[in-house]
């Protein structure tokens, strides 16, 4: 295939030598497959859970189900409300967010907008290992410190599993993490929108409540989304602490019984393992599931948005 | 010969090329839905140093990049049209771009240097490309020929970050030349240096036109006409006009040619 | 005027944001202090079994006195201190140091408070040492009616000083009218807690009603090592018995916390890295590459309690690896793989990308560039997210709760198919044991993990500052 007479390169030695080429080929799917898996895990999960769960929704309709407010599986005749639970869940959430939002923005504010470049420096990685410290430590510390605190000095008629306890500990546990992702949004708030208020002679406490906080909304409201899905995924604090009976009405100085205790209770053969009630198992993990990807899919996007609008 | 679509008559190019290195044919590329190169059409004369010029933005990295399918590390890059690398089509599907590169050296704008000693900076090309002769003689050779050699040859093993930013980009060309490559695309290789190591690279670009053909990309037309054989000027993706360097500065066809070396834009 | 106002505001905003970081750090300073706290009582609790005595609870509820706790030796071990001077399976403590005690926790008080070298015991004897055994015989006088005698005193007891005899018949104890051979010996034991040295009797011998009195209380002495390095390496160290806090010991859930990390670690370093250089170097840059990064934050924030039942059901079930060091470790990968891709890809991400143009422009193949150049640029970064992924993991409890990994593990796991427990399981059980002194061991198990888990970060920050590279 030669153009000109004088050019001598025919088209054969522009091509990759073929074992060149296998190779790359071949790599390139090795990689491939580990990246599809998180893939076919996502959806094995879904497909799971649909199908595992199946068996209960054939048997009690979804209004039953999401509608009732009592949880007694093992009664007779027995009765599967899960709003009994899914409201104990969420005010053990509410708890945790009232005590994490307010604290974790403030920490925020203060590394992003007040602090100097070195305590900056010094405070995110310690927030960073605070927010890994591993869940069961905040569960042993609600139940063996928080609730005899809590008995001995305001609430003497609270119970020794309870859920104002669990969700006082949890919502510590999840500062750290509202607070280095505010923190992270709060200061890629660009200069320049800081530096136009200031030279309207706005004061630092304007600036930052006015321009840095609204810019970063979206990013901020993102970590209270991912705090929420944080709380309500929360296993270890409320199954060490909160206790194992449902609540109606949720009344969090008594034992409260979350959706993810439930789950516990049911794996680990605290109810016999009959195959109906491996079903419930998986409706539950299934509502879980389902709850927890939509707020995390939302803060997702929400966060994407925000950088792409300050890069 | 199918392929070579538009014939030199119908394009901005006034002169013919006796020994073209690259036939370049309707060459499109788009970034996503953005158009940067329209129908460029033109050829680039083998061992001459050809300049392009043109304001900020027109494409001309990209047309540079699109001689050595560097493009094709873009997401969202579409390339339409031929490049004819000695004859032989690189953009056809039987080509693999790692081939056309191994070809086609680059130097960039800002000196990138790899963050390791300066002797493995050179030597990487060499190793990946199976060569197994005296790895040190071709590591000095490629050295000399960049007008490094003197400078660094007692200090061969510090990282190439403590060099500055003129050795760096000189050190950026060895890496290039020594994997002996046919052409060297360089893309405003002087725009972060200083005007003595300026200087030093113009030199270089004299000495090595010799052996090698150059396609360098300046901002500053000075440079251009100090250096360069043929200039072509391009203005929004289009080559409006492609001219022996002297007939270009001194003749211009094309009044937005006109304009821009006139400092009237860009 | 306005000026000041709005100047105030922002100074009060100001102490109100730092007040929020020190509230947030405060609360989390406290936790480790109360934890640490609790941890002290180790040593004690450890002489106490190093003396040769395990404790455990009892109670009684007699009428008239109450309900009155008391704490009986569950456990004195052949030849050891405690059976040197006498005690015996079953023998009540009453005080130590001159502390009267009712629970464990009273008894580790006091030792501690004591401090090391001898302490004085002071104790009553089981029944059996006591008043020999006792019997319920009927009274052939009112028919239906029981009453309790003894039968054989032995000899240098308690009950032969008292000048008991074997036939009589105990009337009282204490005042309080005897119901139960069991019940005799009870209110003995209520007696002294109640405060008295000197029980009074009443018996029925030969017909005749008599009053005597009885020295349940011997005290004797037993040194006391309060040596807390050997605690806590006894702590680590053994398998133990998991009935006892002060024998009980970490061991075989260190070891299952090692294997169940390690499986993990074996399939999310490799495919975790895999998918990062796919997703971040090869994968074209479309909505499917999209949908798959969405899906990986997904699973990253899935809760653990669905990792779990993903666990429990797919491996251990499906696959019948059961309750296995195996099935564990997939289930830890499982919610660890996605943290190490997005930690990788952020290290990879950090290569600017000049450097890959740079290695393709010299003709390296995209396997070139990546093991050449980004792979080795960015490992300090990937280490520092796998480290991190490590920490997380060892702390992970839910998802192997789930599974059911076991409570009670009375061995070292030995092959990939054994069943085990973890440090984090091992302190939920723990946690959750209303006996005494297990809370004080789930706090000493904590100060383990707190610590691995600080060194890990800390080892992570490390190498983070010191080999992140400034591409300049
Ligand atoms: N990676 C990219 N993705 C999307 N668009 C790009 C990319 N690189 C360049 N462009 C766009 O293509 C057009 C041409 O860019 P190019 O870099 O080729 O211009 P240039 O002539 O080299 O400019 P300069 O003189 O400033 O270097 C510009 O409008 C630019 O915004
Ligand atoms: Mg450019």
Known sequence: MLVNSHHSITSLELRPPFGRLLKERFIRWVFMVCAFFAVVITFATLGM????????????????????????????????????????????????????????????????????????????????????????????FALRFVTPLLQRTFLPQLSFWNGLSAGLVMGIMIIPLVASISEEVLFAVPRRLREAAYALGATKFEVTTRVVIPAASSGIGASFILALSRAIGETMIVALAAGRTPAWPPDPTRPMLTITTTIVNIATGDHEATAFIWSVLFALGFLLFLSTLVFNVASHVIVRRFRERFP | MKGKGASLAETTQSFLVENPIFEIRQLSVWYKAQQVLKDVTMDIPEKQVTAIIGPSGCGKSTFLRSLNRMN??????????????????????????????????????????????????????????????????????ALERAALWDEVKHCLHKSAFELSGGQQQRLCIARALAVEPEVLLMDEPCSALDPIATAKIEDLIHELKREVTIVIVTHNMQQAARISDYTAFMFLGEVLEFAPTGLLFTKPKDPKTEAYLAGRFG | MRRSWRKGLGNAFGVLATSGLLLALLALGTMIATTALQAGKLTAMDAMAQAGLALSLRSVDLPGLGFLSYVVAAQVDANSAAAQVGLSQGDVIVAVGGRPVGRPNEVWGAVKARGEGPATIAWIPKPEKLWGRLQAVARPERAGEFCVTLTSIPAGSKAQEAGLQPGDVLISVGDLPVTGTRQAWEAVVAAVR????????????????????????????????LDFF????????????????????????????????????????????????????????????EAVQILIANLAGMPSAVVGIFGLEIFARSWGLGRSVFAGGLTLALLILPQTIIATREALRAVPRWVREAAASLGATPWQVVRFHVLPYALPGIFTGFILALARALGEAAPLLLLGAFLYVTFVPKSLMDSFTIVPLQIFDWATKPQDGFSCVAAAAIIVLIITHLALNSLAIFLRNRYQRRWT
């Open chain 3, 194 to 225: 109640s405060g008295l040295e000197e029980v009074p009797l009443e018996i029925e011998r030969e017909g005749k009603r008599l009053k005597l009195s009885l020295h349940p209380v011997q005290r004797t002495e037993i040194p006391f090592q």
């Open chain 3, 230 to 289: 050997g605690a806590w390496w006894r702590f680590l160290t053994r398998i133990g018995d998991p009935r006892y806090p002060e024998r009980t010991g970490l061991l075989s859930a260190l070891v299952g916390s090692l294997l169940v990390v390690g499986v993990m670690a074996l399939f999310v370093f490799p495919l975790g890295v895999g998918a990062a250089v796919y997703l971040e170097e090869y994968a074209p840059k479309n909505w499917f590459t």
């Open chain 2, 72 to 141: 094709d590390l873009i997401p969202g890059m579409r390339a339409e049209g031929q490049v004819f690398f000695r004859g032989l089509n690189i953009y056809a599907r039987s080509v693999d771009p790692v081939e056309v590169r191994r070809r086609i050296g680059m130097v960039f704008q800002v000196p990138n240097p790899f963050p390791k000693s300066i002797f493995e900076n050179v030597a990487f090309g060499l190793r990946i490309n199976g060569f197994n002769g005296d790895l040190k003689a071709k590591v000095q050779w």
């Open chain 1, 49 to 140: 859970f649909v199908a595992e769960s199946l068996p209960f929704f054939a048997q009690v309709s979804l209004g039953e189900f999401l509608g009732g407010i009592r949880w007694a599986p093992l009664h007779e005749p027995p009765s599967y409300g899960v709003l009994a639970l899914v409201a104990d869940t969420l005010v053990i959430t509410a708890i945790a967010l009232g005590v994490a939002l307010p604290l974790g923005l403030l920490s925020a504010v203060f590394l992003s907008e007040y602090a100097s470049f070195r305590l900056r420096q010094v405070c995110k990685p310690i927030l960073e290992v605070l927010a890994g410290v591993p869940t069961v430590v905040y569960g042993f």
